[in-house]
């Protein structure tokens, strides 16, 4: 019993390891530009529409700040699953890049390509389901506390609740706009001053 537990444990072992390398190289790979864009001057100047689904995201997927995010959110979940205390939020972060991945992969590439990455990519988060399958002892508590969500407590003031509600929902939906506006204020003072004058 103690012999098999230990050889389930090496096998976890290797599952995060494996992962953490995999992705460690693909998320350097994209920040030393070894991934993505390598379109040719012909392909640069080809048509659009005669250019095949992978070259045109492989070429839109080189621009920033797209590159930098998929790179380092690679590399940091890579790193996670290295560590004890953190493999399990390196695991929950790695399995919807992997997905993401996946579908992505599905989506754009030649017919030889999608099948083997379609494979490999399952394979993946096969690991990582099991790795949280592993430690699924560890997972319920967090499942518990997450899945118990209290509803709104008092009865009485339930209608005026959500009466806020309504008025809250606007509010938070242009506060985003104003930060902008801000933003925009500071940044370009006589542009924004030129367009408030413009308004009167």
Not at 100 to 108: G, K, Q
Not at 152 to 178: D, H
């Amino acid at each position: 019993m103690v012999q098999k537990r230990r050889i389930s444990d090496l096998i976890i072992l290797s599952i995060r390891i494996l992962l953490a390398l995999i992705f460690i190289s693909y998320g350097t790979g994209k920040l030393s530009g070894g991934q993505f864009g390598n379109l040719t001057e012909k392909e640069l100047a080809t048509p659009i529409k005669d250019l095949s689904l992978f070259k045109i995201a492989w070429y839109l997927f080189d621009h920033q700040p797209f590159k930098i995010f998929i790179g380092v959110s690679q590399i940091i979940a890579s790193l996670m699953l290295l560590y004890n205390r953190t493999m399990i939020i390196g695991a929950l972060m790695l399995a919807p890049i992997v997905l993401n991945i996946l579908i992505i992969d599905l989506t754009i590439m030649p017919y030889g390509l999608k099948l083997a990455f379609a494979f490999r990519l399952t394979g993946y988060l096969c690991y990582i389901g099991l790795l949280l399958f592993y430690y699924k002892n560890q997972l319920t508590p967090v499942w518990k506390t997450v899945s118990n969500i209290k509803p709104m407590r008092s009865e009485n003031q339930k209608a005026i609740s959500y009466l806020l509600v309504i008025l809250f929902i606007p509010a938070l939906e242009l506060a985003p706009g104003v930060l902008k506006i801000i933003y925009f204020a500071v940044t370009h003072p006589q542009s924004f001053w030129n367009g408030i004058k413009a308004l009167f």
